[in-house]
């Protein structure tokens, strides 16, 4: 049973603007969540992460928003630039470590210029 | 550079030819796994290892065995591959710290076919 939903498969965003990859999860013992993202032919890169004791995390253009009362996490891309497409990976793990992390289907972002 | 390394990073083989994928990472984490990823099914874990000699299942560990006889190693091993293992492979490790310092690191890849 899938504890990491990605609903949306692909999402498509003109240069510039923002872009918004959602993720809502059912197990309520996840407490630290990330995202990744992936190139083809490579392996998944760890983008930003967040715990749960944050609403919020921000690292440049990214920003990871988490609303626990409605498991839910979303990954703002501001501006969004050509570069950022590729797939994104929401993952959730539960206990205060990265140990069996649990990911979501992905979501691919195409940013058109 | 710190990095995992798999080999090969693509292989086709025949049902039945046992065979090993090699991980290796250089970063002294005690953390590594294996995932595997399908389309339409994200990334799913095979078997994952907290330390040298300690290992465990993930969600898919059915047709594979691991070993980690060494820290930086944790071979993936298909004793009698079929065609449902034909898949894109994913090694990663971590430190397995506190919140915020074990992120995992994952290796480029193996592309495998089974005929």
């Known amino acids: 049973d899938q504890q990491v939903k990605q609903n949306s498969p692909s999402l498509s965003v003109q240069e510039g603007r923002i872009s918004i990859l959602n993720c809502d999860y059912t197990?309520?013992?996840?407490?630290?969540f990330l995202w990744y993202k992936k190139y083809p032919a490579e392996g998944p890169t760890f983008l930003i992460s967040i715990s749960s004791i944050k609403d919020k995390n921000e690292d440049g253009r990214f920003t990871v928003f988490l609303n626990k009362s409605a498991k839910h996490l979303s990954l703002h891309i501001v501006p969004s630039q050509p570069g950022d497409s590729a797939v994104y990976f929401c993952a959730a793990s539960a206990g205060n470590s990265g140990y069996a992390l649990n990911f979501g289907k992905g979501t691919s972002l195409l940013v058109t210029p | 550079e710190a990095q995992v390394t798999q080999n090969p990073r693509y292989l086709i083989t025949v049902t039945g030819k046992k065979l090993t994928v090699t991980c290796s990472q250089n970063m002294n984490h005690e953390y590594m796994s294996w995932y595997r990823q399908d389309p339409g099914l994200g990334l799913r874990q095979i078997y994952y290892s907290m330390n040298v000699e300690v290992t465990d299942k993930g969600d898919v560990p059915e047709g594979y065995k691991v070993s980690r006889k060494e820290k930086r190693n944790f071979p993936l091993i298909l004793e009698s591959p079929s065609p449902n293992q034909t898949s894109l492979y994913f090694c990663?490790?971590?430190?397995?710290?506190?919140?915020?310092?074990?992120?995992?690191?994952f290796g480029p890849g193996t592309r495998l076919t089974v005929l």
């Open positions: 990663a490790s971590s430190s397995g710290g506190t919140v915020g310092t074990d992120t995992q690191y």
């Open positions: 197990n309520s013992m996840f407490d630290y």
